[in-house]
């Protein structure tokens, strides 16, 4: 295509092009070292499995435990008007910014075996989130979370407020059109907060680890398995890599195609 | 029996009895949103409305019971025709089929039954408004507020919405707050006529008598009239009681104009100028006369009215 204005300065295609090549080289460099015929075997080896079940289900049951408590959050920030609003908005990014390795130095602190909230806990109960899959998923949430209700809050920020007033006028509860109108407006972006959180937590390294260790068939993650394959058999991190590029990827054109209206 | 003040808006005390139609009109900016927003509930508002023994300002929106119609209709995009005129009923507790039977039948009150099941995007503009009419309906409100109903829409399918908006109104038997900006609206739908001007009620009446004896210059421009204050008097003349001429018209009236025509267009079989005298005059002549006087905008006329063909009144009742 012909560009009315004049063609693009080499100052800003140059640069443009780094980019790109920097972003796109590692990955082809992974694919291209990728041992094919050893593949399968390291897919199928009990800890890949293991792995790849635990990173599915925890960031599953992660995603929902964010859509369950962060779909109000972000409501609430988005539509209600309340002293302090500005400064929960501002603590709930915190995590979207920190270290996830400081926020599983953060979470020990709160619920480790000695933790605010960990000790009592486990002397109430004999139950300790550290090293367990509940603890995997707990990690999960707290990094999800920030991705998803700041996400979800700009679908509602962007959906017409008149709408809520128009369903009031209409004898509606404000129960009745969070269900009916603002949630149903927000949709799009609600899967694409949801599945951007999904993403997240499937890739979530740090406070995982911090938090849980590096137990197989407990704690056990992809990325956490990565990690440690990857000192010892580099063609099996690759494997390992190539599963979790391929997700990513998925997840990608999951959105493109549904949700984001791109061509 | 309203008195119902939104800060920097509007200032209005105005009453209405069920089965009527009051018509609000103004300038852009006279608050007549406002009043309606007010009425809804949608804007922070002090004052009463009364309505039987209830105050609808200490209501919550969604307990007043009223039907706003708002501008650019404000359909829910994701639900169908149905589903939109029907969403009042079910918000208020009626079971799905119940509330779809309502919705049906509004539908087909307003000739649309064929497309219950469209998205609103399906729908062309007079079609989404009738639609939004009958979600307002649909909840037999007390009170039905429509916000420039006809705005945006072709001429022809105003008109025709024009009619079957005057029908639906004879038969509601509340009270219908209707904000417009065309004369024409106020004249045929209306029982009364509510003048806004710059968030204050200036006149209030039967439609025939605001058009007759406008008291802003914005009704009088509505209604094509030449609307002239002097002193605690005003005077208002139609167009083609304006005589124009190149020179100082002799005798003794005071009834004369001086100022260059700003525009100068076809106006039915005449010639309509626009003045800008103080203040601006409307002045209609025969196009041959138009021609023979060789008039042209900028060029600077004198315009007098013969005294028998002006209406004099009252600036303020």
Same mark, same amino acid.
């Given at each position: 295509m012909r560009d009315r204005l004049g063609r693009p300065p080499a100052l800003l295609v140059v640069p443009a092009a780094v980019a790109t090549l920097l972003l796109v080289v590692p990955l082809v460099a992974m694919v291209a070292s990728t041992d094919w015929q050893a593949l399968p075997g390291h897919l199928t080896s009990q800890t890949a499995v293991d792995a790849l079940r635990i990173s599915l289900l925890t960031s599953t049951v992660a995603i929902a435990i964010c859509l369950l408590l962060g779909l109000p959050l972000a409501w609430l920030l988005a539509r209600v008007h309340f002293r302090g609003r500005g400064a929960v908005r501002a603590l709930v990014t915190v995590p979207l910014v920190l270290p996830p390795v400081v926020a599983?130095?953060?979470l020990r602190s709160a619920f480790g075996r000695t933790g605010v909230i960990g000790e009592p806990l486990l002397e109430l109960t004999g139950f300790a989130f550290p090293f367990t899959t509940y603890g995997v998923v707990l990690a999960h949430v707290f990094v999800s979370m920030p991705f998803v209700v700041i996400s979800i809050e700009g679908a509602f920020r962007s959906a017409d407020p008149r709408f809520d007033e128009a369903a009031a006028t209409l004898g509606a509860t404000r129960w009745t059109t969070f269900r009916r109108v603002t949630v149903p407006l927000a949709l799009p972006g609600v899967v694409a907060g949801t599945v951007l959180g999904w993403a997240r937590s499937f890739?979530?390294?740090? %406070?995982?680890?911090?938090?849980?260790?590096?137990?197989?068939?407990?704690?056990?993650?992809?990325?956490? +398995?990565i990690y440690v394959t990857?000192?010892?058999?580099?063609?099996? %991190?690759?494997?390992?890599?190539?599963?979790?590029?391929?997700?990513?990827?998925?997840?990608l054109?999951? +959105?493109?195609?549904r949700w984001l209206g791109t061509p | 029996m309203a008195d119902l003040r939104v800060a920097d808006r509007v200032e209005a005390a105005f009453t209405a009895e069920p089965g009527e139609v009051l018509a609000v009109i103004g300038p852009?900016?006279?608050?007549?949103?406002?009043?309606?927003?007010?009425?809804?509930?949608?804007?922070?508002?002090?004052?009463?409305?009364?309505?039987?023994?209830?105050?609808?300002?200490?209501?919550?929106?969604?307990?007043?019971?009223?039907?706003?119609?708002?501008?650019?209709?404000?359909?829910?995009?994701?639900?169908?025709?149905?589903?939109?005129?029907?969403?009042?009923?079910?918000?208020?507790?009626?079971?799905?089929?119940?509330?779809?039977?309502?919705?049906?039948?509004?539908?087909?009150?307003?000739?649309?039954?064929?497309?219950?099941?469209?998205?609103?995007r399906e729908l062309s503009g007079g079609q989404a408004q009738r639609v939004a009419i009958a979600r307002a309906l649909a909840t037999e409100p007390d009170v039905l507020l429509l916000d420039e109903p006809f705005t945006g829409l072709d001429v022809s399918v105003q008109m025709a919405l024009r009619i079957e908006l005057g029908r639906h109104l004879r038969d509601f038997p509340g009270i219908a707050l209707l904000v417009t900006h065309d004369a024409i609206d106020a004249l045929t739908l209306a029982d009364r006529v509510l003048v806004l001007d710059d968030g204050q009620v200036v006149q209030v009446g039967r439609p025939a008598d605001v058009a007759a004896e406008p008291?802003?210059?914005?009704?009088?421009?509505?209604?094509?009239?030449?609307?002239?204050?002097?002193?605690?008097?005003?005077?208002?003349?139609?167009?083609?009681?304006?005589?124009?001429?190149?020179?100082?018209?002799?005798?003794?009236?005071?009834?004369?104009?001086?100022?260059?025509?700003?525009?100068?267009?076809?106006?039915?079989?005449?010639?309509?100028?626009?003045?800008?005298?103080?203040?601006?005059?409307?002045?209609?002549?025969?196009?041959?006369?138009?021609?023979?006087?060789?008039?042209?905008?900028?060029?600077?006329?004198?315009?007098?009215?013969?005294?028998?063909?002006?209406?004099?009144?009252?600036?303020?009742?």
């Amino acid at each position: 295509m012909r560009d009315r204005l004049g063609r693009p300065p080499a100052l800003l295609v140059v640069p443009a092009a780094v980019a790109t090549l920097l972003l796109v080289v590692p990955l082809v460099a992974m694919v291209a070292s990728t041992d094919w015929q050893a593949l399968p075997g390291h897919l199928t080896s009990q800890t890949a499995v293991d792995a790849l079940r635990i990173s599915l289900l925890t960031s599953t049951v992660a995603i929902a435990i964010c859509l369950l408590l962060g779909l109000p959050l972000a409501w609430l920030l988005a539509r209600v008007h309340f002293r302090g609003r500005g400064a929960v908005r501002a603590l709930v990014t915190v995590p979207l910014v920190l270290p996830p390795v400081v926020a599983g130095v953060a979470l020990r602190s709160a619920f480790g075996r000695t933790g605010v909230i960990g000790e009592p806990l486990l002397e109430l109960t004999g139950f300790a989130f550290p090293f367990t899959t509940y603890g995997v998923v707990l990690a999960h949430v707290f990094v999800s979370m920030p991705f998803v209700v700041i996400s979800i809050e700009g679908a509602f920020r962007s959906a017409d407020p008149r709408f809520d007033e128009a369903a009031a006028t209409l004898g509606a509860t404000r129960w009745t059109t969070f269900r009916r109108v603002t949630v149903p407006l927000a949709l799009p972006g609600v899967v694409a907060g949801t599945v951007l959180g999904w993403a997240r937590s499937f890739g979530e390294f740090g %406070a995982t680890i911090t938090f849980n260790g590096n137990y197989p068939g407990t704690t056990q993650t992809m990325p956490t +398995l990565i990690y440690v394959t990857r000192q010892s058999d580099q063609d099996a %991190a690759l494997s390992l890599s190539l599963v979790m590029l391929l997700v990513s990827i998925g997840v990608l054109v999951a +959105l493109r195609d549904r949700w984001l209206g791109t061509p | 029996m309203a008195d119902l003040r939104v800060a920097d808006r509007v200032e209005a005390a105005f009453t209405a009895e069920p089965g009527e139609v009051l018509a609000v009109i103004g300038p852009n900016g006279a608050g007549k949103s406002s009043l309606l927003h007010a009425v809804a509930g949608l804007v922070d508002v002090d004052g009463s409305a009364r309505l039987g023994d209830a105050d609808l300002l200490t209501l919550p929106v969604r307990e007043r019971r009223v039907g706003l119609v708002f501008q650019g209709q404000l359909l829910f995009p994701h639900l169908s025709a149905l589903d939109n005129v029907a969403f009042g009923l079910r918000a208020r507790g009626e079971p799905r089929a119940a509330a779809e039977a309502v919705a049906r039948d509004w539908l087909e009150r307003f000739g649309i039954a064929e497309l219950a099941a469209r998205k609103p995007r399906e729908l062309s503009g007079g079609q989404a408004q009738r639609v939004a009419i009958a979600r307002a309906l649909a909840t037999e409100p007390d009170v039905l507020l429509l916000d420039e109903p006809f705005t945006g829409l072709d001429v022809s399918v105003q008109m025709a919405l024009r009619i079957e908006l005057g029908r639906h109104l004879r038969d509601f038997p509340g009270i219908a707050l209707l904000v417009t900006h065309d004369a024409i609206d106020a004249l045929t739908l209306a029982d009364r006529v509510l003048v806004l001007d710059d968030g204050q009620v200036v006149q209030v009446g039967r439609p025939a008598d605001v058009a007759a004896e406008p008291r802003t210059s914005h009704v009088a421009r509505l209604v094509g009239l030449n609307l002239v204050a002097d002193g605690d008097e005003l005077m208002a003349f139609t167009p083609d009681a304006v005589v124009v001429s190149l020179h100082e018209p002799e005798g003794s009236t005071r009834l004369r104009w001086h100022g260059p025509i700003a525009t100068l267009a076809p106006h039915g079989d005449a010639v309509r100028l626009l003045v800008h005298a103080s203040p601006d005059l409307l002045a209609d002549l025969t196009p041959a006369a138009a021609t023979e006087l060789e008039l042209a905008p900028g060029r600077e006329v004198w315009l007098s009215a013969k005294a028998t063909a002006v209406s004099r009144y009252a600036a303020r009742r």
